[in-house]
């Protein structure tokens, strides 16, 4: 079969190599879409520590079973399904609480795709305990998405919503996007989203965000504050910035929740108010991830329509293409918001 291996920093090869042999417990995959993740460009780009190459990447994954295991009783070849990453231990304090994104396992680095190979190749193998059957009329591009939206629906999913809530989302990159909608499945009364590219500005509101603002701008902070109430806003950091991280909480007023979503890669950031904290009794949620019950309502959503995933795909590639995908979102090209390499 064809395999699309990172064999070093900024390299990957497309090689022939031997369809995986299966465990008694796993099934093999017919790779048919896979989202490329910020995760895999910094593995690619050698920023992300603990992993060596060789490697096939590609944790965002869907396909159609092709073989399965002499135990695996749940699916059946020629099932279309849907691939929850997560490997998981089953015994540690966390996994009892069905809270896989936290297992203790391997420090819950343990992935398809990072720590035994992954999608970007014809044909995968994963446990067959990971997958979920697609039932819903969806395209696999659409059910690569899966993955993108278990994340933010595992944030959402830790914080109250009011009536009348405003949230404000920083950063509408492909979680910003849906956390749009999601805030409006929660019947958010106010969305404002603060996004300095013109393309996500435009798309958010098309996402149902009310007011966009540019942080670009000498007037942002005081035209921003005009539509802002004032308590108890929920404020999402989906940037991944040291400087987002900072205006969440400068954005946030009292009993407001501010949720920090993105990773910040230099995680401490200086300037963090936590005298604002504690007087105005802020609530800083952090999320990582998701749990196999995020995943089954984020499978759930796109299939029932009621999150659209399909403008947050702006670039498909075929396998042998990968390299130029990797390159066009590492270097954020072409107004790229998601790219899936389809098969
Ligand atoms: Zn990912
Ligand atoms: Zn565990």
Known sequence: MKAAVWVAVEKIKLVERDIPTLRNYEVLVKSRAVGVCGTDIHIFTGQY????????????????????????????IGDRVVVDPILWCGTCSFCKKGQYNLCTLNGGKRLIGYSQDGAYAEFFASPATNLHRIT???????AALVDTLACPINAISKIKFNLNETVIVIGAGSAGLLFIQLAKLKGAQTIVVVE??????NTSTKMGADHVFDPSRSDFIETIKHVLPEDEIIVIE??????????????ASKQSTVVQYG?????????????KVVLQELRVVGSVGYTAWNYKEALSLIESNRINVKPLITHTFNLEQIHEAFQLVHMQHDNVIKAVISQ
């Open 196 to 201: 300095p590219n013109e393309f996500r500005r």
């Open 238 to 251: 989906a940037a991944g910035t040291s400087e987002s991280a900072r205006l969440s909480l400068e954005l």
């Open 136 to 142: 819903g009329n969806i395209s696999f591009e659409e």
């Open 263 to 275: 990773y910040v890669s230099d995680s401490f950031v200086d300037g963090f108010d936590l005298g």
């Open 49 to 76: 520590p603990g992993l060596n190459p060789p490697r096939v990447l590609g944790h965002e994954a869907c396909g159609e079973i092709a073989k399965i295991g002499s135990d695996v009783t749940n699916v059946d």
